[in-house]
């Protein structure tokens, strides 16, 4: 039996850890009307740390410029990048980023008077570039995180692109992807 325990133990932590990791895939399109949002989130938690975005909320608004009640919570995402897939078009605003901070979700408010300025219009069969979207955590437990701005510059939607590419290859949003950074052309950097 002690053999066996001294064999086992060490080939069970050596090789129960291997394991590939599952990947879990993205939603397909219900209907070739709809869009979806692509963004990078990064999350500064102080000096040295940061963390990864685990959902992005949206709200769409209507003709007046209101948001509609209904909020739209991100369904796919891969290490900063954070998508909204199969969505109806219209103008979404980000409202929120949720992370995980000790085993615990935590959310940051994006200010609803910086809101209106952050829209974007989904388009039928499109992906659009919401931005890399910056946000900081402060105080203690977080409680006083910010959001800290926006980019939506050519080299900020090319890299979100570019990850876009790989984390949603194998489904049909991939080429509606490939069509808008083609359009981007090469990389100015």
């Known amino acids: 039996m002690r053999r066996f325990l001294a064999v086992a133990v060490p080939a069970a932590l050596l090789f129960g850890c291997s394991s590939p990791a599952v990947r879990v895939r993205a939603p397909e399109p219900t209907s070739p009307t709809n869009g979806s949002l692509a963004a990078r989130v990064f999350i500064q938690g102080g000096w040295f740390s940061a963390f990864k975005p685990y959902s992005l909320t949206f709200q769409r608004l209507k003709a007046d410029g209101k948001p509609e009640e209904e909020a739209f919570v991100s369904n796919f995402r891969s290490g900063d990048n954070v998508y909204l897939l199969d969505v109806l078009p219209g103008r979404y605003v980000p409202v929120s980023v949720r992370f995980m901070r000790q085993n615990n979700s935590r959310d940051i ?39 800290t701005g926006r980019d939506v510059s050519k080299e900020a939607e090319i890299a979100a692109l570019d990850a876009a590419l790989q984390d949603l290859d194998g489904t049909l949003w991939r080429d509606a992807v490939s069509r808008r950074r083609d359009a981007l052309g090469p990389s100015e950097s």
């Open 109 to 147: 408010e994006i200010p609803e008077n910086l809101r209106k300025d952050l829209g974007v219009e989904v388009r039928s069969g499109e992906v659009v570039f919401a931005g890399l979207l910056n946000f900081a955590v402060r105080g203690r437990a977080g409680k006083k995180s910010v959001f």
